[in-house]
């Protein structure tokens, strides 16, 4: 059976006005769920252009949309057809384009691995006017992200500068997705859960970067597994952002913040996601913060009576770089068996040379 539990709704005005009342909500949001809904003020006009111009692009001929297929790219970016990227070992029933930082090509063979997610990123020659929308937005983007940063810094009784190495030493790695999720037929049998094998959209999974920004359409489909149980995170509009936590998040507040698995349910609708990811620099190297006493009391406490659910086979990496690395490589074998077939991604996710 479904949980009726709703996650906690935060505006970002009130970091503005009230940043301790903010950070309060934020603390206790992060602490209990890892995730929270987030009123933004972006303007409605890019929010709306974001979306119609993905549409735009999803809704292009085949042929047009392979002529920035994510196979002609070593940094993993570009178009992939639905099915071409797996989550937990299960191919994901969405079409997609990946874009991350632009950044020059990186050479063949750089080591240490994570280098290579450096690059520039493709885009159509058919829809010039995306790639405006995109930059726009992952623009504004980074700006909120950075204010929720420092936000997150207060709500964890740190200064504000606490984490500026591990994200402003260098320029954030961010990545942005255009996902396009196929429709399914219904699927009788469900689990208790909730979930069928037919329907699953994208499987259970955490991410691996530091904060996650979601805008999604009016269809639905997304859950969290926080406190025990699967949460819907039903549709706000395009004036709220879906937010969670990734691993490097967990690892630096010594398990106080929490990377919460989450998935997708598809259904008979198409859906439309923008998801974009705030991460560290690639050379950061992620250790735990030491937190105020009552702070880690709190943490204690609550992993004595309660066990934070995740694949026993995904070791968060202290490099953040090799950390997002072996993320990529493992959903986008095709792209990792190309470019890097120097490689090799160990059961426990270690990145290693096969050489050595």
Not at 169 to 176: I, M, V
Request: hydrophobic share 40%; aromatic share 8%.
């Amino acid at each position: 059976m479904r949980s009726m539990r709703r996650l906690p709704l935060l505006d970002i005005a009130r970091w503005r006005n009230d940043p301790h009342g903010f950070a309060g909500q934020l603390r206790t949001a992060c602490h209990l769920d890892g995730f929270f809904m987030l009123r933004h003020d972006l303007p409605s006009s890019l929010t709306e252009r974001l979306f119609a111009e993905a549409r735009r692009f999803f809704s292009l001929p085949a042929e047009a949309k392979r002529t920035i297929e994510y196979s002609h790219s070593p940094a993993f970016r570009g178009y992939m057809r639905c099915g071409l990227e797996n989550t937990a070992g299960r191919p994901d029933l969405r079409e997609q384009v990946e874009i991350a930082a632009e950044a020059p090509a990186c050479p063949p063979g750089a080591w240490p691995p994570y280098l290579r997610l450096r690059g520039p990123n493709q885009w159509p020659e058919a829809q010039p006017s995306l790639r405006d929308a995109v930059e726009e937005y992952a623009d504004r983007m980074s700006r909120v992200s950075s204010e929720v940063t420092d936000a997150l810094c207060l709500a964890l009784q740190l200064d504000r500068a606490a984490l500026d190495a591990l994200l402003f030493d260098g320029e954030p790695h961010w990545q942005l997705k255009l996902a396009s999720y196929q429709p399914v037929e219904p699927t009788a049998g469900r689990s208790e859960d909730g979930a069928a094998a037919a329907s699953i959209g994208v499987g259970e999974h955490t991410d691996s970067g530091f904060l996650t920004l979601l805008l999604q359409d009016d269809v639905g489909g997304l859950q969290a597994f926080t406190q025990g149980e699967w949460v819907d995170v039903p549709p706000s509009g395009l004036g709220v952002l879906v937010c969670n936590l990734g691993e490097v998040a967990q690892l630096v507040s010594g398990g106080y913040l929490l990377a919460t698995p989450h998935r997708v349910l598809s259904g008979p609708s198409a859906r439309l996601s923008v998801p974009f990811f705030f991460n560290p620099t690639l050379t950061a190297k992620v250790s735990p913060i030491e937190l105020p006493s009552t702070l880690k009391w709190e943490r204690d406490e609550q992993y004595a009576e309660t066990s934070h659910w995740r694949r026993p086979n995904n070791t968060m990496l202290t490099d953040y770089g090799l950390n997002a690395f072996k993320s990529l490589a493992r959903s986008h074998q095709a792209v990792f068996h190309i470019y890097h077939g120097d490689l090799e991604v160990l059961e426990d996710g270690r990145v290693v040379s096969k050489t050595n």
